[in-house]
């Protein structure tokens, strides 16, 4: 088929350097010109090197070669390559990030706003951008006005400053899920007041045991990813959601609803803790850091009255307000529907993503390796048999050019696991999964070949 040609003839082209990840590819009407054959078959062949992330298109630009990290395979024979697999860097899937259509859009922001950079902006955020986020957050389900929404320095701004703060209910001790997020370990790092957990797991939280921390435990807050948790994956039921509502209106406890990676559940049936609070006892926190850039360093935070004033004067004294221009250039991304387009690519890519690693979770993972299902390949964890250790377990995958994380980090001191790793599948091409899982696999079986050897061994050298 002449399609296969022209994707192997690229393919080689890419390898052996003649063209570069950020080149541009000959537009279709070029390309059945160089390649001497119809326009159809110059777009069914950069349809298949885009399925393959080889490429990725912008619109109203053209086709590009895209950047990546490349596995043993591909790597042979091209000595500047790295030889790994990345399952630990969790930024945004870089083939499928619009760079043109945002370099468009902070154009715009620096045009717009070109007046208002000479002086300080306000702490609360650009209004023009809190009227947008206000409509983006109706299609994550979460009903607001302009006025209740704070523009953030990332999200993890919103949780640092959340913490510190004194909340309505007059009360000083703070729960979380876990696992955790890591920057939230850190940011309760010498925090005043006590910290319970409570574990993270396939069905949610226990709930009674919750409801007797929010009984009996003075707690300020509870600070819950409700979907596709950092790093398990999981999310609660719409049951659990509504429960933990009611539960904190009944003791009244405040909801700290982490959605940083909202945007990429495409099960529509879920509503975020939010839907379910009318008294304003749910405080929804967002990030743009997953599905857009990190550093943007662009997040927000949808308050009640009654923490707003203090919210604002700690957000004024940590940065008086959020930089200008990414957020112009958020807002014309949003109002441009750009944003919307780019969500529905980007929860396609981590649900194909998904499937691949589930199947070859099945199918790589020694007997007695748990691991845990999400709607989304971002994160997920993958629990060792014992006696094997995480950080063990990722030190010798690394020598084998496969990069784990243990999660270690992850938990308050009294619930720590050393034999959890969190995998997520967001920089790995999505051909690379299956290699990946069988390597992490086979390096299991290996270490837990050595670990009974040696237990044998030693249990002859008893015997003697
Ligand atoms: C669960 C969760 N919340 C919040 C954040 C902070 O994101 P940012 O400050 O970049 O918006 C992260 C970052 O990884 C995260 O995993």
């Avoid at 003075?218 to 049951?239: A, C, M, Q, W």
């Avoid at 700690?314 to 200008?324: I, R």
Wanted: net charge negative; proline share 5%; aromatic share 10%.
């Amino acid at each position: 088929m002449l399609y296969e040609k022209i994707v192997e003839q690229l393919l080689q082209e890419m390898k052996d350097g003649r063209r570069r990840p950020g080149d541009k590819l000959p537009s279709i009407r070029e390309g059945a010109e160089v390649f001497g054959c119809s326009r159809n078959t110059v777009i069914r062949a950069y349809a298949e090197l885009e399925q393959k992330h080889r490429i990725y298109v912008m619109p109203q630009s053209g086709y590009y070669v895209a950047h990546r990290r490349q596995g043993k395979e591909e790597a042979r024979g091209s000595e500047e390559v790295r030889d790994i697999i990345d399952f630990v860097w969790a930024g945004p899937d870089r083939s499928a990030m619009p760079y043109r259509d945002f370099q468009h859009c902070m154009n715009e922001a620096i045009e717009r706003y070109r007046e208002d950079m000479f002086t300080y902006s306000e702490a609360q955020g650009l209004a023009s951008l809190q009227f947008q986020l206000a409509r983006h957050l109706r299609d994550l389900q979460v009903f607001t006005v302009p006025e209740r929404i704070y523009v953030v320095t990332g999200s993890q701004q919103a949780l640092h400053l959340l913490v510190g703060l004194p909340f309505p209910n007059g009360k000083r001790n703070i729960v979380v899920e876990q696992p955790v997020h890591a920057g939230m370990i850190e940011s309760l790092r010498g925090y005043g007041g006590e910290v319970h957990g409570i574990w993270y797991e396939e069905g949610g939280v226990d709930l009674e045991r919750l409801e007797a921390l929010f009984r009996d435990g003075d707690i300020k807050f509870f600070y819950t990813v409700s979907r596709l948790h950092n790093p398990t994956g999981y999310s609660h039921t719409n049951e659990a959601r509504k429960r933990i509502v009611e539960l904190a209106q009944r003791y009244d406890v405040y909801i700290i609803e982490d959605d940083y990676l909202g945007d990429l559940d495409g099960d529509t049936r879920n509503d975020p803790m939010f839907a379910y609070d009318p008294s304003g006892r749910v405080i929804y926190v967002k990030s743009f850091s997953k599905v857009m850039l990190p550093g943007l360093r662009l997040g927000l935070a949808v308050l009640p009255d009654g923490l707003r004033e203090e919210f604002l004067r700690a957000k004024a004294a940590a940065d008086v307000h959020s930089p200008l221009l990414t957020q112009g250039a958020l807002e014309v991304f949003l109002e441009s529907g750009m944003f919307a387009a780019h969500i529905g690519r980007m929860r396609e890519i981590y649900r194909r993503k998904a499937v691949l690693l589930q199947e070859a979770y099945r199918k790589y993972l020694p007997p007695g390796t748990a691991y845990t299902v999400s709607y989304s390949g971002f994160y997920t964890t993958l629990g060792l048999p014992a006696p094997l250790r995480a950080q063990a377990v990722a030190d010798y995958l690394v020598q084998r050019g496969v990069l784990v994380d243990s999660i270690q980090h992850m938990y308050l001191p009294e619930f720590r696991q050393d034999g959890v790793l969190r995998l997520s599948v967001s920089q790995v091409d999505e051909g690379l999964i299956e290699p990946g899982i069988r390597a992490i696999g086979d390096g299991i079986r290996e270490l837990l070949r050595q670990r009974t050897e040696v237990r044998f061994v030693e249990r002859g050298v008893i015997q003697e």
